[in-house]
């Protein structure tokens, strides 16, 4: 028996949280109620912890905190007149929970415990929550929805399970704080597909957007029918109230309680759960009660996801340059600028990010400096009309050799004298961040940072490192994506085509004691993402003598990255919260 | 009925395992196995995960790492003839377990999975290990034995009440990587002590020792009897095979199975639990099976507890310095010396821990420094009898201001020219550390290091922050005792005495921009250790002004702390993996 239902007008509210500012947060939230109200929504979610922000890590061990978002909690119930709201929040009972609250008409009607709690990757949700234990379905009108939050939805079952088929519900509400990285919207979706087609269903994703520290959320907010087909979707990295205009469809499901059937459907059903309890719910919108005013159709928009995995990874990682900077309370960024192909790339994402009016880039020519460099870094200024200062740092490296000749004497120089260099270019961007206020940007990329291939105190020097998840083979990609949609060679050619050198002494090449960056990266996807060994590498091909180096230098540089800025994460596995490794660790392979 | 059991020779192996090493670990765990059997143990117990090191952090991930490990499990296998061996390692079934192997005459007998895995303050244990959820008894002739791990017997009830009151071992096997922080080791004999009472077994509790990046481990081994009183302990803070006899009593329980007794002793009945599974051990030692010859009777060892809070922190410190060092392959440490507290009990802990000769003291006054901090260094590095290299910065200073001239003209001197000084001493730190291969010790303190009063990439450049987690109030009664253990004042009274000062601009103290340290230390152990809010705060009496600005120095300074070099924990709080606080965070409070 099928039924066709009123139209159900949903809200999916993506908005930007910020970790801790409950005051900006609430407002947010108050304001894109009032919008969906007045565009006849019915119900408006919001993502996963939107309240306190996501992660708020150790901020959760604090009561006061925990007392700020309940008391945050109850401006938004005053805010919901009229309006079904479903929004994130941390509750506090015995414990404290990851929970989503359904709000209608200004009273809290019921509040959902996340079940799954992640704990891996960049998730330590076992550290902070107790996991929720029911789920029950809300009857507005005809229709049974369902809530839930974000991690819940990923496995086949409950609570989905137990929402959609023991339930009944034909709407999953699921709100998130699902983190970014490359090609992870479109994996996401097509799971969001089976889903809906598994528990024939129609999925409500609402997720967070913006960059907190190492993290960007990527928003693409999604509505999918019972098929898995596109309802609606909300753009990438940008926030939206996208608003779906969505038709449940009753189907009483005599056919999937079939117990001849159970057996084949033996992942949809577990043994020894009850029907959940059904909470009532009232059709409202606008000024008055149930029937709702019949809302003027919209059409339900779908936006695309980026043309390109450069595309979208220029967008996360300009977005996440642009809230850590805000977030942190500057709105200025000073660069270091070589000439090289990674400095050109990260002053672009600032310039993006911050208008080039805000960023300054700073020039530190030694001795070593070829002249190719110079004029490239000046070209590539006039090209982002970004301001460059320029400071040789001769003079001053001298004035270090000086104080050092007596314990350097019989020395050969070497990275201590090359370290010198780095350093003194660390401490004079931090002079001018210290004196001006600007946040320094580093620009090492992930290639370098797995290897060791920075300096500690000199080009590692800074608040916030831009491309430290970026492989050197897809800084080239995003130098191309980027001069390719700017329509002109904005990064100059000569940056890209040069080989790369640190320049810390004369002619040296990043050749001279790396191998190729293909065969590198190569080599650091298996090793660092995927966690193979030096047999499995081997059996890939990958010389000997190569991997061992390779695997050497990735394990015995773990105490750099432990003191490097923190950088946006756009792979599986970036360095940081999301790979966890002792610094003491005598362990190779 | 009660029937006295022959005595049973138990070895309590305190050692201290390197993360990663599979090969030292497991050739130290085999010569302490051939000297337990030449001195008639009859079951020798190590650490949790002492074949791997703990915490081995995502080394789990690595299913190369895995089967290293059990590939070394195989080794000890191998060497446990005529023998019971219970030793921790990284099971693998479905999932990884951290897992009790028990051993006997070359065959593993069982594996125990740890029940209660630890995912709080330093502990991840969730990321990793599947939960074990059996827990049997071992019966070696007429001795029950259980088997646990850690976390296992902190909390009253299973699995400790299973093997214990439903399984009748008499002897309790826990072992453990239990991290140490002040005063810890008698809050953790007297919970033993209770778990021994409450189930009346005799409760061998086998710690591991050492350093391991942020974390020291102990040791304090330690047996209790049925009453819960000592036995045997082993020192603090050092390797030990603590040898003990033990005279497991057989009592039936039928008085505790009393049914009249259950209500009064809920705690220890859980409902639902069958009786453990009984696996048979033969008893064995040295030559040949049971019966065992009879061992000479020994004089079981009890080592005392450090004399004072002080001494006990001071052997942490040192402990936790020389395994930093060692196991990351240095062996000389250069220091940059003052002439203030902070650095001059730095330099007496390394050369405690590396030996004066190791350790290498770095004066570098500038114009402001005072003759007083001058001479106190040279003084300082006397009487340790340490090298003292003096290189004065004034000239490196004026190098940068000008090449800075044009840039800084018209602004005020602050911040940015006192960090110039701060990270050319970095620099200099790092130049002699790079050049001659010696690990930076920094200096910072927890006052400091919680309210930012450092520079990035000034003083808090180096390898390991010896007394990062020391609160400054605590620095001067660490060197007050090591004054007076060493019978002088080693650590110049004037430098005890001196108002603390960075000495970055004329007449500079740190109370200019702090407030007294007795009062910063108290306002902050309550805000940093004890999550105390701005109201529990005032409501302690401190002043408002002084609360809300020391809240926001804290707060606003966790980018510096991310970028800062591990140190040794030795409060219930650390910063670093223990207090995981976002960056990006705007609440206040």
Known sequence: MVQMAKSLRIGLAQINSCVGDLERNVSKIVKTIDEARDKGVEIVCFPEMSIPGYPAEDLLLKPSFIRDNLDALEEIKSASKSITVIVGFIDRGEDIFNAAAVIQDGELIDVYHKHYLPNYGVFDENRYFQRGRTAKVYKLGDV???VNICEDIWYPGDPTRLQAVLGNAKVILNISASPYHAAKA??????????????????????LVGGQDELVFDGNSVVLDEK?????RAPAFEEKLLIA???PVMVFRSRLHDPRRRKEQSTLFYEGHEKPQVVHLERLNGAGNSPPPQPPDIANEVCSFPASEEEEIWKALVLGTRDYVWKNGFSKAVI?????IDSALVAAVACEALGHENVTGLSMPSMYSSQGSIDDAKTLSANLKMELITIPIEKVYRSYLDVLTDRFKGTDPGTAEENIQARIRGNLLMALSNKFGWLVLTTANKSETSV???TLYGDMAGGFAVIKDVPKTLVYSLAEFYNERRGKEVIPRSIIQKPPSPELHPDQKDVDTLPPYEVLDAILKGYVEDDLSKEDLLSLGHPEELVKNVIKMVDSNEYKRRQAPPGIKITPRAFGKDRRFPITNRYRG
Chains 1, 2 share one sequence.
Do not use: C, K, P, W
């Open 144 to 146: 049974f929805l369902g």
């Open 186 to 207: 479109i994996a996401r979706q097509r799971m969001l597909a089976t889903r809906a087609r598994d528990y024939s269903t129609i999925i409500v994703f609402t997720n």
């Open 228 to 232: 898995g087909e596109i309802i609606a």
């Open 245 to 247: 205009d969505t038709y």
């Open 336 to 340: 270091g600028i070589s000439g090289g």
């Open 452 to 454: 060791g291939y920075t």
